[in-house]
């Protein structure tokens, strides 16, 4: 007797990945490389976007900024003249805290992927529930801003995990704070080690550079084997 | 015929609001005034109640901290000899992003009420969920800090509209850093007009002794008819 067995969908995350897999393709068959940006409120997200989206040689960026309400991020980066598409969280209460799959599919027909190589998806700042939630992503980046103190890793270390790169911001203001930027080194190594930093500050530039080139890479990467 | 109307509890929120009530009587009984504490990751919190736990004149002050994972907060109150309570949401994958009523319930056997009159809940670190569920808590109260930007209020405004005080935290970077208080007072006023909000540095003790009375008076306030 022929037998079939087929394993259901167990939970919410399960139906998340199964949506992301989908964009995935999609994403793969624009030949669009996609970036998850997350971080914990006020960390700089959209001042590092505004450093590096039209300042990367021979890449056509678009961004997705996801909000909990309003379209303060999508307005600051409008003066950059690339692609900008905003998402809201908020139809319920008050709102969700993250990005998931299905707000992204939702998204996926108002983005200009054939015009675009590289889609940067600003999510919720927080840093629990977005690491959570795969979108259909190729890499996931954070930002960790100094003035966040030293302990963040330890806290939320599934972020932290789950990321390709963390951005340390705002190391202009090292000289004004109580911080040990090797303490802060070290516990990032303790939940993920080996994962690639770059210290930078948004507002004196330094850093920018390494973090443009880091984008460069990513988006002249070859399609990973899913 | 004697008819009785049953009006069923609708959704999870409705749910948390019964058993936040349950948690609001258990701690009348005890005569605790509760506040519930939020912020971003990093604002400040801990270093906001390390300043006043132990200086509040006649009142004895009990914290119940929540976090994803750990008990890096609790650890640094230890020194301070009062009561701290830890509490993880970390049992699922990447753990709940805010407390929630029956997390409360599920510690207030743990916590010594007939010994304090003040109990801090330390929520998680998120401006998001937190502000969605109530906790049984007399007071709600946040902490910005300056370095997380002036459009916060707007971003996240129903953690700001719940608070009846808005503590505006790392002051003493003020000079560091390109920031417009009166722009941020301006956002705040936009989506909770009139809140009260106390400027104040965890780390130069400007604008503490405001926060130290504010709870003073709140631990002294009488009880509110429910």
Redesign the interface.
Known sequence: MHRTKVTVVEDA?DANNTIATANRADFDRAAVKVVNFMS???AGKTALLEQVVRELPGVRVGVLEG????S?DADRLAHLHVPVTQLNTDPS?????HLDANMVRSAIPSLPLRDIDLLIVEN??????P??FKIGEDARVMVC?V???E??P?????MFRTCELVLIN?ID?LA???FDLERLLYNIDQVHPDVETISCSA?TGEGVGAWREWLSLLASREEAVA
Request: glycine fraction near 16%; charged fraction near 25%; hydrophobic fraction near 35%.
């Open positions: 995350l914990a409120p006020g909000d909990v309400q309003g303060l209460f008050g709102g969700e805290c919720v700042g927080n840093l629990v529930c690491a959570e801003s003035t966040e103190g302990d963040k330890l806290k939320y270390p599934l705002k203001l004004h704070i109580e507002r």
